[in-house]
């Protein structure tokens, strides 16, 4: 599986933009960048994906380099409840007996959201 | 829409005893996975399930069994449970139709072996 690079930990402020990155320099033609995360106490909720263009939806945005080897997942306004473990998966298109559905996880960044 | 609900919610074990942990999905879904969360360490894969009596093992599945007898449950079972396996354990499922659909992830159950 390709591996993804993120920060251990961010801090931001309330009410102001988180940009969160993702390394995945081995990403292939074919990989899904998706983006998960982890509230406190519960199971982890995605939150997008996107293949190569820019993807944006009622929770966060997605910038994906035109190399595709890195990513940024944008939060437009932090709020307290979005300190959470964010996840970022590479997801292998197409189907093939089932391996390519699974989610492998890294320790992802852990964004704290101050008052 | 309930989702994934997984049961129970806690469960304290004595080394050595036998549990099943239970997973059920309203959503049609093909695919089931179960995964274990350590402290401070993300999800890793126990188990998966493309369907109805098809099973297969994920990064993690020594001393867990799974079966898949319904599109909706996925049962994981602990045969004789060890203090390793104290753990959050979280099913998620998702359709395989589409290439980059989500997964939706139970609540957890926080299992304790003593």
């Known amino acids: 599986d390709a591996k993804t690079t993120q920060p251990n930990s961010m801090e931001s402020n309330e009410e102001e933009p988180v940009h969160l990155p993702c390394n995945h320099s081995t990403i292939s033609g074919t990989d899904y960048i998706h983006w998960y995360r982890q509230l406190p106490s519960q199971g982890p909720e995605y939150v997008i994906h996107?293949?190569?263009s820019n993807v944006n939806n009622r929770m966060a945005s997605l910038a994906i380099a035109e190399d595709r080897k890195s990513s940024t997942l944008i939060l437009h306004r932090a709020t307290l409840r979005d300190a959470a473990v964010y996840y970022c998966i590479l997801r292998g298109g197409g189907y093939s007996g089932g391996s390519n559905y699974k989610l492998t996880f890294g320790k992802g960044t852990l964004l704290t959201v101050n008052p | 829409n309930a989702g994934v609900t997984q049961t129970p919610k806690f469960q304290v074990l004595k080394t050595g005893q036998s549990m099943t942990l239970q997973c059920a999905q309203d959503?049609?879904?093909?695919?089931m996975s179960w995964y274990r969360q350590d402290p401070g360490m993300g999800l890793r894969l126990i188990h998966y399930s493309v369907g109805a009596g098809i099973t297969d093992q994920g990064e993690v599945p020594n001393g867990y069994n799974v079966s898949r007898s319904t599109t909706e449950d996925f049962p994981l079972r602990l045969l004789s449970a060890a203090p390793s396996q104290t753990s959050v354990y979280f099913c998620?499922?998702?359709?395989?139709?589409?290439?980059?659909?989500?997964?939706?992830f139970g609540q957890g159950t926080r299992l304790t072996v003593v």
């Open positions: 959503m049609n879904h093909e695919y």
């Open positions: 998620a499922s998702r359709t395989i139709q589409g290439v980059g659909t989500e997964a939706f």
């Open positions: 996107g293949l190569t």
